[in-house]
């Protein structure tokens, strides 16, 4: 135009196939320009003889006041797509019908919601001559828009920012070679997700209206995955805070007592020899801890305790005819190995390892190509076959046992609610018709399964609390100086092998949280690539986000404009926080 720039001028080429598109009405304007200023408005209107065929329309814009906060749980939109077209050109729904070119949720809580949010739309009729030239509009048939419905989150803003902070203060100051990670807080007494974060983020405000080719390949590219919703996409070694769930399947199948001691040696000896398949140890160079019992195992994070459990969890099966999966189904009873069934799109349900799985892989790389197995029979039976050190690895989340950060979270809370309820997590507060109190569809807690803790709970609940603050408990320089007499912190730290060799690449720092253990109301959940130990990265983390609710301090704190977050500035306020080298 006369008075934009070069680069936001509309060139001709672009009008001319724009006008020729058949997701645009050749009833209603077709837009060729978008964001003009008030200049460019006044122009066009006060030069509207000139222009007899251009129109200028005020529309409602999205608006996002905290910029890039909390991008992924709310998702974005976009155009339909040729397939979504397609099924909506064959069963469109009569109350809100969608047009080609249409806007719709693709993510997040914009997809999940998206009947509530859309609202109806509008219609005009207009009189045409037999050329197909508009004539007039028929205003007695014309119907008005209504507002989609109002869509209220249970998340908490301020805890929101707290805990994107609080991931990205961390990941700078590991110093992690794959900067990324996740976090999620959950209230334990219901299921609602009070905070949910994952890093690297975007702007959804990007997306709005079309993007560009370019950004979208960085957006889409899959060694950075800035789109995916790590918290509950992303699947990754559940290492020791695993431990829960294989402390509850060891009561249960009766393989150890919650006060039974056993004797840490350092060393769990499968089988003869000094190789990694016969030996397995300690974090840390199998340093040996003595008399312990559950409690303890769980304080300093006892390998060999659950090595032990696993292998007997196998053993029970070939000497006492247990079902070969008994450690995996007692697993399972935590929600590990499926879907939370969140309120939100794309969710992966991570994976336990069974001898069943185990088999069929071996059987399609078999299947695939015999030169897997060294076109040898002999060595595929064999990978088929589950090993006692494959159970005893499973024990301590490794073996390609893979749990997602909000998995983890949702596990703990289980058992910080007292009563074992293991909820659905759900993201929504209620939805309300536009701009009205009246409820369209209030929050309901949904119990999936009531787990069984018994006589071991006080146990696990003692062990967890010396994690924090007890000697050799494996966070306790971390939670030094925390509040833990008024609001204390039961938790658990994870160090998760990502790779075979030991320089390929950092581990995975993980810690899991809740509290006060009084009364727990928050489990924070934090996983960090390349963090390194569970008390290295993602223990800081937890403490960051808890310790302004356990203080009281969030209750005065202001989101910042925009959302932005200074990562920076939080790792050199959090510098103070101790960290240590333990799993």
Not at 261 to 280: I, P
């Amino acid at each position: 135009s006369r008075t934009r720039p070069p680069d936001r001028a509309v060139a001709v080429e672009f009008l001319e196939k724009r006008l020729a598109d058949t997701r645009f009405s050749r009833f209603r304007p077709v837009p060729v320009a978008e964001d003009l200023t008030v200049e460019e408005e006044i122009y066009f209107k006060e030069q509207a003889d000139l222009f007899p065929a251009v129109t200028v329309e005020r529309e409602t814009v999205r608006e996002y006041p905290y910029g890039a906060l909390a991008a992924h749980l709310l998702g974005y939109v976009g155009a339909l797509s040729d397939e979504q077209w397609a099924a909506f050109d064959e069963e469109n729904d009569p109350d809100k019908p969608y047009t080609q070119a249409d806007q719709i949720g693709k993510s997040g809580i914009e997809a999940t919601y998206e009947p509530y949010l859309r609202g109806i739309p509008g219609r005009q009729v207009f009189e045409v001559d037999r050329s197909g030239r508009v004539v007039r509009e028929l205003g007695g048939q014309r119907e008005e828009p209504e507002p989609g419905d109002d869509v209220y989150l249970s998340i908490d803003a301020r805890i929101q920012y707290k805990a994107e902070e609080a991931l990205q203060a961390w990941i700078l100051r590991s110093g992690s070679p794959t900067p990324a990670g996740a976090a999620t807080v959950v209230d334990p007494r219901d299921g609602r997700v009070v905070a949910m974060a994952s890093y690297p983020t975007y702007f959804p405000a990007d997306l709005v209206g079309g993007i560009s080719n370019d950004l979208w390949q960085q957006l889409t590219d899959p060694e950075t995955k800035i789109l995916s919703n790590r918290a509950i996409q992303e699947a990754y070694p559940a290492a020791s805070t695993f431990k829960l769930a294989t402390s509850y399947a060891g009561v249960k199948l009766g393989l150890v007592g919650p006060n039974d001691v056993v004797v840490d040696e350092g060393v769990y000896s499968l089988c003869d020899g000094e190789g990694s398949g016969c030996k397995k140890r300690n974090s840390g160079g199998g340093a040996a801890m003595g008399p312990i019992t559950l409690s303890t195992a769980l304080t300093r994070s006892s390998d060999y305790y659950y090595y032990r459990l696993g292998v007997l969890a196998w053993r029970k099966h070939q000497n006492e005819g247990a079902p070969e999966d008994a450690l995996q189904r007692e697993i399972k009873a935590l929600g590990y190995g499926e879907k939370t069934g969140i309120d939100l799109t794309g969710e992966s349900g991570g994976r336990v390892p069974t001898p069943e799985t185990n088999r069929q892989l071996a059987d399609s790389l078999w299947e695939a190509n015999p030169a897997n197995y060294g076109n040898d029979e002999a060595v595929w039976q064999d990978a088929r076959r589950w090993k006692a050190g494959y159970s005893a690895d499973v024990a301590i989340g490794q073996f390609d046992t893979l749990v997602t950060p909000l998995q983890t979270a949702n596990a703990y809370a289980s058992l910080a609610n007292g009563e074992g309820r293991l909820y659905r997590p759900q993201m929504l507060s209620q939805v309300t018709k536009a701009n009205s109190a009246a409820v369209v569809e209030p929050f309901e807690a949904e119990v999936i399964r009531t787990v069984d803790y018994g006589d071991m709970r006080t146990a696990l609940l003692d062990g967890f609390k010396g994690v924090t603050s007890a000697e050799g408990g494996t966070a306790t320089s971390t939670f030094a100086g925390f509040p833990l007499d008024t609001w204390g912190v039961a938790g658990k730290t994870g160090s998760a092998e990502v790779g075979d060799d030991a320089d390929q690449r950092s581990d995975n720092s993980l810690f899991v949280g809740f509290g006060p253990t009084e009364d727990p109301q928050y489990v924070a959940s934090v996983m960090i690539e390349g963090g390194g130990f569970g008390a290295q990265a993602a223990a800081p983390a937890v403490r960051m986000i808890l310790e302004p609710i356990a203080t009281g301090a969030i209750n005065e704190f202001k989101v910042p404009r925009g959302g932005i977050i200074d990562a920076e500035r939080a790792a050199e306020a959090s510098s103070s926080i101790g960290t240590s080298s333990a799993d």
